[in-house]
């Protein structure tokens, strides 16, 4: 069992910045891919940005540019830096994860934090 727990969620302005984090504990191997997903209400969730324990990064459209995803490795924790925020990217924001366990795909999900951008 793998548990994530995110933090860093809040209410900002427009044009500002929000750094969210997000730690997984428990049987987490070493080769995994770790990604940030978004809700809002009355839409479907959507794929944000994803990493792989080896770096490589893919973002949607509509935030690159703007939000950076990085992983420490060692702490087993993966950050979403959000800059140039717009109140269009307001949602409830989830972590993932997913790893290979014993020859099948597991798929780990945060409880969601939070983000409100205000015009």
């Known amino acids: 069992q793998v548990q994530l727990v995110e933090s860093g969620g809040g209410l900002v302005q427009a044009g500002g910045s929000l750094r969210l984090s997000c730690a997984a504990s428990?049987?987490?191997?070493?080769?995994?891919?770790m990604a940030w997903y978004r809700q809002a209400p009355g839409k479907q969730r959507e794929l944000v940005t994803r990493?792989?324990?080896?770096?490589?990064?893919e973002y949607a459209e509509s935030v690159k540019g703007r939000f950076t995803i990085s992983r420490d490795n060692a702490k087993n924790t993966v950050y979403l830096q959000m800059d140039s925020l717009k109140p269009e990217d307001t949602a409830l924001y989830y972590c993932?994860?997913?790893?290979?366990?014993?020859?099948?795909?597991?798929?780990?999900w945060g409880q969601g934090t939070q983000v409100t951008v205000s015009s």
């Open positions: 993932n994860l997913v790893q290979g366990e014993g020859g099948k795909s597991y798929d780990y």
């Open positions: 428990g049987s987490i191997f070493s080769i995994n891919l």
């Open positions: 990493i792989s324990s080896g770096g490589s990064t």
